[in-house]
């Protein structure tokens, strides 16, 4: 996963990255290595061209990409796997902000 998704939400944000561009070249080089194609759960623009720079094979979602993100996947001829309902809405909530991070469901 290149970025949270809706699995954890409010407490995890759809909109932000999670991980480096270092952190995901290593990733995606040990996924190579071992003969294994790659893919990742992404959905704002950073967090696409991020895992476009380090070398993934496919993009899942890919909700919030734009002109940018798509032109850099046409020139890698990467495929996209969309899946847009989940983030109906969510897109509009307001950034989870403060710290530590409070689970709702917990009393």
Do not use: W
């Amino acid at each position: 996963m290149a970025n949270g998704g809706l699995d954890q939400f409010p407490m995890e944000g759809p909109k932000y990255p999670e991980l480096t561009l270092e952190e995901l070249k290593a990733g995606i080089a040990a996924a190579h290595d071992a003969g294994r194609p790659t893919t990742a759960h992404v959905y704002p623009k950073e967090a696409i061209l991020r895992i476009i720079q380090a070398g993934i094979d496919c993009v899942e979602h890919g909700v919030m990409m734009d002109d940018e993100c798509i032109d850099a996947m046409v020139n890698r001829g990467l495929p996209l796997v969309p899946t847009m309902t989940g983030m109906r809405g969510a897109y509009f909530i307001p950034p989870v902000s403060g710290s530590p991070l409070k689970d709702p469901c917990a009393s």
